[in-house]
């Protein structure tokens, strides 16, 4: 008999968790205005609202904590990170950031000036927020094909080059730089082929163009890369992820996702001008260029999470979780972003609670239920979030509406992936008499989802 699938790792610490009663959330929702980035955190039995920084370390990683380098200006943690970072990625010119928007804003502060034009393959709200703060344009150029959550395609992350060209033809001279990001996390952790990497790029150079990676979740799309792209089930990830930057110019690292830490990040360069244009805003914002924002036992940590993540066996456990909770999802004939992205499954909430107005935002309504249900935190990817049009100030209710049951790495078991499907299920189940949706009570003007205060509506 053949062996089956068991995870790369065994578990050292556990945490308690703790289940509550419909009536506790029933009163915990209502105080936190029915947006869950309000509940606390002990209010939570399962907690899927973000992968990021709440992965588990490895035994290594705490190990490494120990050896960390506290000195002000050219720590040993400094160094070991630095080296890391041009071995896996070739990047010359490192600056830790506190996290990944820390990374964007320095670099950003750099090169970003007012009336310019960014093109992306769907940017991170952050990423998104740090261009248009600046009065400059992001420009979205990923495949139409992202949108429709049904068509199952293997590289859905990725740019479209007809797109691309048109914005680098139509703004000529004023495109700073294009943002890759990989994997791409608003359209549901899709990944981006290597050869679409490589097209993006020579594109993007042949006007001129800098090319750079938003990496946050990196590892996973190298192993989507291995998995799916012809030509690649024999290269090791290191191999891989080498190959995806050999033609990007830089890349800014959220390290709370791929390189499993709970804080931290950085930006990797191979020009030493935008190195030194950066470092001037490095100083201030983060601190001085050898820890920018960075203890140096979480450096440590840091390096080791980036040479362990990129070894095929971590990653195949992660992607096999997040397939698994997909494959009880389709038992249940519940409808997702197809297919399985790489830390999350986002459930298509127009189409699971349809009766529920774009104006009522149904993956809001969709994420409160789901917590109502269980106790369990997801977080609505959707209208919410897209907040409003910055000149017309209007609802921008033109993609997609989704909430996102995100994965913590090495966080829970396959059992959990079961309580999360069945209360999916049990939602989707009475999803005819979910007929009405929330109302806005207040909001803030810029990144509104953290802060809105909503009321339930019928
Ligand atoms: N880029 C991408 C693709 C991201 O997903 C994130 C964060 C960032 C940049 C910013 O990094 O949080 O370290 O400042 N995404 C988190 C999420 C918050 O939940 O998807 P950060």
Redesign the pocket.
Known sequence: MELPFAESWKIKMVEPIRRSTLEERRKWLAEAHYNVFQLKAEQVYIDLL???GTGAMSDRQWAEMMLGDESYAGATSFYKLEAMIKRLFGMNYVIPTH????A?NVLFSYLVKEGNVIPGNAH?D??KGHIEARKAKAIDVTVDEARDTQLELPFKGNVNIEKLRQVLEDNKGNVPFMVL?VTN?TVGGQPVSMENIKATCALCHSYGVPVVM?S??FAENAYFIKTREKGFADRTIKEIVAEMYTDADAMTM?A??DAIVNMG?FIGMKRKEWYEGAKLFCIPFEGYVTYGGMNGRDMNALARGLDENTEFDMLHTRIHQVAYLASKLDEYGIPYQRPAGGHAIFVDADKVLDRIPKEEFPAQTLTCELYLEAGIRA?EIGYMLADRDPVTRENRFGGLDLVRL?IPRRVYTDNHMNVIAAAMKNVYDRRETITRGVAIEWEAPLMRHFTVQLKRLG
């Open positions: 973000t992968d990021s996290q990944g928007r820390a964007e991170f952050t990423t990001t996390n938003d946050a979740r959220s709370k996702k990040g977080c995100c």
